[in-house]
């Protein structure tokens, strides 16, 4: 009697253990999926990557913060289109060095336009013919990080 109940409980045994770990199996793990580890967001283009994205809001104005990465050997531009709900209100062109290129910290780069801090801005990032479209977060000076970057 003490062998009919054993293969019963340890069927039981399987099937808890499996139950309560096997969606382990399917699930995908997030320490997988890549993401920009600060508030501004990535983008991966074809000669250039542009990392940290931010637009910085002030009273009238605002400020493009990114920095621009050059894996080439010869300069590249990088267009940035931002749109707020239908109307643009920027379209300004970088010149992207071979390296690393911080925009927007040591010299401001200010676009004439009234953007609410946590909302989001449509931009158009666009090089060498790829334009791409995402959703950037607006940041103000609340943070100490970003105070010295309010224009």
Same mark, same amino acid.
């Given at each position: ?48 990557? %542009?990392?940290? $994205?931010?637009?910085?809001? !002030? ?5 493009? #913060? ?6 080439? /050997? ?7 289109r931002l749109v707020d709900g239908n109307e643009q209100v920027s379209d300004e062109t970088f010149s992207l060095e071979p390296g690393s290129t911080p925009f927007g910290v040591e010299t401001p780069e200010i676009i004439e336009v009234s953007l609410k801090a946590?909302?989001? %801005?449509?931009? $158009?990032?666009?090089?060498? !013919? ?5 959703? #950037? ?6 943070? /100490? ?7």
């Amino acid at each position: 009697m003490l062998k009919t109940r054993i293969a019963p409980a340890l069927a039981l045994a399987a099937a808890v253990a499996l139950g309560t770990t096997g969606c382990g199996f399917m699930v995908p793990q997030a320490t997988t999926f890549e993401y920009a580890p600060s508030d501004g967001i990535d983008i991966d283009l074809p000669s250039a990557n %542009v990392r940290n $994205f931010l637009v910085v809001a !002030g009273e009238d104005s605002a400020n493009i #913060v990114f920095t621009g990465v050059n894996n080439g /050997d010869a300069a590249t531009r990088v267009t940035v289109r931002l749109v707020d709900g239908n109307e643009q209100v920027s379209d300004e062109t970088f010149s992207l060095e071979p390296g690393s290129t911080p925009f927007g910290v040591e010299t401001p780069e200010i676009i004439e336009v009234s953007l609410k801090a946590g909302s989001m %801005v449509t931009a $158009f990032v666009e090089n060498d !013919g790829t334009e791409i479209e995402r959703q #950037v977060p607006v940041v103000d000076g609340t943070l /100490d990080e970003y105070s010295s970057l309010v224009p």
